[in-house]
T-cell receptor, first 114, second 118 residues
Framework: DSGVTQTPKHLITATGQRVTLRCSPR?????VYWYQQSLDQGLQFLIQ???????AKGNILERFSAQQFPDLHSELNLSSLELGDSALYFC?????????????FGEGSRLTVL | AQKITQTQPGMFVQEKEAVTLDCTYD???????LFWYKQPSSGEMIFLIY??????QNATEGRYSLNFQKARKSANLVISASQLGDSAMYFC???????????????FGKGTKLSVKP
């Protein structure tokens, strides 16, 4: 158990819909990262937050947005869903400084868009 | 740009034997970190081992060791005494260059699927 909690574990929805994925980082971790894992693209970095502020953006679509709340949990919002958005979405956390940099991953949220 | 290359899409190993999973990386940074993760069929990503670019010794964690050859820019994972439970995807990753004050995210390779045969 990494200590990172993601909900829901599985989600099935239709094209055009909007979903919200939730992540609770390990206790005390300030940095949260979101990744998308699909068969053809592998593990793609989406976005990073540090103590409530956006720190880095990767290959995140404009239809996707995220935020980190004062209690450090984070949400990834996916809107106008397309079939190609079907993937495993990971949240990961780390303390943010003074460590070697390994990320601790949640179990992922598997999104299926029909 | 930084890049991680894993050239072995799939590997087979006999139970109790050792196996090496290849990873090469490309970076112009002097300071960097390399990581290996395991992803079993259940999907979670499990951190295995870390090697810092300035570490003189190869990292070891139980049955996992990292064969770090800096001049060749390779960071191969060696699993000794393979077990059936080692069957999984294995990802090599590098910490991205610092920017914006953060330590950066991890860049992952495409992964190697390891199958352990009884």
């Amino acid at each position: 158990d990494s200590g990172v909690t993601q909900t829901p574990k599985h989600l099935i929805t239709a094209t055009g819909q909007r979903v919200t994925l939730r992540c609770s980082p390990r206790s005390g971790d300030l940095s949260v990262y979101w990744y998308q894992q699909s068969l053809d693209q592998g593990l793609q970095f989406l976005i990073q937050y540090y103590n409530g502020e956006e720190r880095a953006k990767g290959n995140i679509l404009e239809r996707f947005s995220a935020q980190q709340f004062p209690d450090l949990h984070s949400e990834l919002n996916l809107s106008s869903l397309e079939l190609g958005d079907s993937a495993l979405y990971f949240c990961a956390s780390r303390p943010g400084s003074g460590d070697t940099g390994e990320l601790f991953f949640g179990e992922g949220s598997r999104l299926t868009v029909l | 740009a930084q890049k991680i290359t894993q050239t072995q899409p799939g590997m087979f190993v006999q139970e109790k034997e050792a196996v090496t999973l290849d990873c090469t990386y490309d970076t112009s940074d002097q300071s960097y970190g390399l990581f290996w993760y395991k992803q079993p069929s259940s999907g979670e990503m499990i951190f295995l081992i870390y090697q810092g670019s300035y570490d003189e010794q190869n990292a070891t964690e139980g049955r996992y060791s990292l064969n770090f050859q800096k001049a060749r820019k390779s960071a191969n994972l060696v699993i000794s005494a393979s077990q059936l439970g080692d069957s999984a995807m294995y990802f090599c990753a590098m910490r991205e260059t610092n920017y914006g004050g953060s330590q950066g995210n991890l860049i992952f390779g495409k992964g190697t699927k390891l199958s352990v045969k009884p």
